[in-house]
């Protein structure tokens, strides 16, 4: 196989590869997929033991190919053992140990004509902090439910697979969510504190 047939290899073809035991396939694999999985389990329980539970993710994957059965997207499959792990370790940690690392994807505007001032700069750190507070506030269902919709684009179907619920309960985790988060950041928007 050559190595353009390689990278145009579907998800749901590999892992027929790897139920048999092909480590170059699960390689490929873990490669296509590693990086939403970290950036997933870092937003849910910081990023200090993001890597080593995304292995985690990935040995499950291993261990579970051989009874994979092709009924929903790989992705969705994927993103079901990374709840279900992350779920399990964050009822381990104390409330206090949930705060995320950062949150990369979360940018505040720069200035264009100059670098920020340090009151600008003080401004948008206490603004991050205050975004990481509030999520890590959601219930878990909730904090996955938006990070799988806003971080990574997952359409609410796939949501709903991941989480075990409907459709409408994945629209009504996000409307909860984001009134949560809107009601916690208001003094931190504009005339949200007034």
């Known amino acids: 196989m050559d190595s353009a047939s390689i990278s145009d290899e579907s998800d749901e073809e590999m892992m027929k590869s790897v139920a048999v035991g092909d480590t170059g396939s699960f390689r490929r694999l873990v490669e296509r997929h590693q990086q939403m999985v970290i950036g997933t389990v870092a937003r849910?329980?910081?990023?200090?033991?993001?890597?080593?539970?995304?292995?985690?993710?990935?040995?499950?994957?291993?261990?579970?190919?051989?009874?994979?059965?092709?009924?929903?997207?790989?992705?969705?499959?994927?993103?079901?053992?990374?709840?279900?792990?992350v779920f399990n370790?964050?009822?381990?940690?104390?409330?206090?140990?949930?705060?995320?690392?950062?949150?990369e994807d979360i940018r505040v505007p720069e200035r264009v004509d100059h670098a920020p001032l340090p009151d600008e700069l003080l401004q948008q750190r206490e603004l991050?902090?205050?975004?990481?507070?509030?999520?890590?506030?959601?219930?878990?269902k909730e904090r996955l439910a938006v990070i799988l919709r806003q971080?990574?684009?997952?359409?609410?179907?796939?949501?709903?697979?991941?989480?075990?619920?409907?459709?409408?309960?994945?629209?009504?985790l996000l409307f909860r969510a984001r009134n949560s988060l809107k009601q916690r950041l208001a003094n931190?928007?504009?005339?949200g504190g007034e």
């Open 44 to 85: 849910m329980i910081g990023s200090a033991d993001a890597e080593d539970l995304a292995q985690q993710v990935f040995i499950n994957v291993w261990k579970s190919a051989p009874r994979w059965r092709p009924e929903a997207r790989f992705t969705t499959w994927l993103m079901t053992i990374t709840k279900r792990l």
């Open 89 to 103: 370790e964050s009822r381990r940690r104390t409330r206090s140990r949930l705060l995320p690392q950062s949150y």
């Open 128 to 140: 991050s902090l205050a975004i990481e507070r509030a999520m890590a506030l959601l219930p878990e």
């Open 151 to 172: 971080q990574e684009g997952m359409p609410y179907e796939e949501i709903a697979t991941v989480l075990g619920v409907s459709v409408p309960a994945v629209k009504s």
């Open 188 to 191: 931190h928007l504009p005339g």
